[in-house]
């Protein structure tokens, strides 16, 4: 089982890079096909909220059919497909139907591992160990940055998708060989559910309003705007804008391992995710009042937002608490459906602003850019004061 969580970890890999590395592609992209700030947003949110829609059929695979067919079969197709199709792509509309296959193939990976963590270790360590596949898997994060410039400049951006073609398929294949299912609760002697049963579950609905809103920030500013931001504010290239992307995935990084532990050293889950996301919103509140710089303060103020914004497993973990062992795979890819969701809307909905508030002032798309996700991220707050907490 190490190995093949070992290669499920690389799969997440993956899906943490594809959800990330359009930031970098941008000049590219907009150089070669036209694709403009709003082309990419659409294209972003398309993954996202494919992810997201695909979350229901995948708790339910993971459920009858196990994680270790489920996540193999769909990295296989869409991830090795998509990324084929991207780097085939002469325009924006093939990059938007590449980003929906991507979406596909990623889906399943993450909530394969976690489905594993629920069914094979003791409750009180999911946060961890849910903490630290994301905080591993995220290295792809890092790699959708200054590496990722770096393999454009050499081998050019159809060239790199290529690359990753053959590393999706490789991967895919991985988990189909290595991960082993764990024991099904046999639907038949015991008590029967779907989707629905969870979301009868009140104690659920405040988490899945923190679940909705906590990670769009960071996944919007860091999947997509942090580089036409750097680009049109201050005129930074390619390289320096993959440093600064390079800055706030290590941000984020750091911030998911910091999350992990912070349930059990503190004894309370709502507290830490309560805290670290009004945090957050101060750092939004920063961009907005620095929206002119200086560069390494905007720079400061994007990774305190990743930071922040890092507390996925802890709100998992909460929510996870209150599912029966029966709907652990349709619960934790619901918690996962919010999550997700939330990000791909909030790409459309920044795409759309960007476009009605472009103009001669060049800060004023992103400023209020920043304020939306300040709001949104406040008023998901506000909400999740009425959960309950929740320490195994």
């Excluded at 924006?92 to 980003?99: E, R």
Aim: with cysteine; charged share 10%; hydrophobic share 55%.
């Amino acid at each position: 089982m190490q190995v093949g969580l070992i290669i499920l970890c690389l799969g997440y890999v993956l899906s943490q890079f594809f959800r990330a590395f359009l930031a970098v592609l941008s000049s590219a992209l907009q150089t070669d096909l036209g694709a403009s700030p709003e082309d990419l947003a659409f294209a972003s949110g398309l993954w996202f909220l494919t992810f997201a829609v695909m979350q229901l059929p995948v708790g339910w695979a993971l459920d009858r059919i196990g994680p270790s067919r489920t996540a193999a079969a769909l990295l296989l197709l869409g991830g090795g497909g998509g990324t084929l199709v991207f780097a085939l792509a002469s325009q924006p509309v093939h990059i938007s139907l590449a980003m929906v296959l991507i979406g596909v193939g990623c889906s399943p990976v993450l909530m394969a591992s976690y489905y594993i963590f629920a069914r094979e270790y003791p409750p009180r360590r999911f946060a961890t160990l849910a903490a630290l596949m994301l905080g591993v898997g995220s290295l792809g994060n890092l790699v959708a940055s200054y590496p990722t410039a770096l393999a454009v400049e050499v081998l050019g951006w159809r060239g790199t998708l290529f690359g990753l073609t053959g590393i999706s398929t490789a991967v895919a294949l991985g988990i189909a060989l290595t991960v082993k299912d764990p024991a099904r609760v046999e639907m038949s002697d015991g008590p029967k559910g779907s989707v629905l049963d969870i979301l009868r579950m009140p104690v659920l609905w405040p988490i899945f309003i923190m679940m909705f809103v906590a990670y769009a920030p960071s996944a919007a500013l860091r999947g997509l705007w942090i580089g036409p931001y750097m680009s049109d504010v201050f005129g930074l290239g390619s390289e320096a804008i993959g440093v600064a992307s390079l800055v706030m995935g290590g941000a984020m990084i750091l911030g998911t391992f910091a999350y992990g532990p912070m349930d059990r050293l503190l004894g309370t889950r709502k507290g830490v995710v309560l805290g670290g996301n009004l945090l957050a919103c101060a750092a939004l509140g920063g961009l907005m009042l620095f929206i002119d710089g200086p560069v390494p303060l905007v720079v400061a103020l994007m990774a305190a937002v990743g930071f922040f914004g890092a507390a996925f497993p802890v709100i998992l973990a909460q929510g996870r608490a209150f599912v029966p062992p029966h709907l652990v795979g349709r619960g934790v890819t619901m918690l996962n459906f919010y999550g997700i969701g939330g990000v791909g809307i909030m790409q459309f909905a920044s795409g759309r602003l960007h476009a009605e508030t472009t103009g001669a002032e060049l800060s004023l798309p992103y400023f209020v850019i920043f304020g939306f996700l300040l709001a949104f991220l406040a008023a998901g707050c506000a909400i999740y004061l009425l959960s309950r907490d929740s320490l195994d």
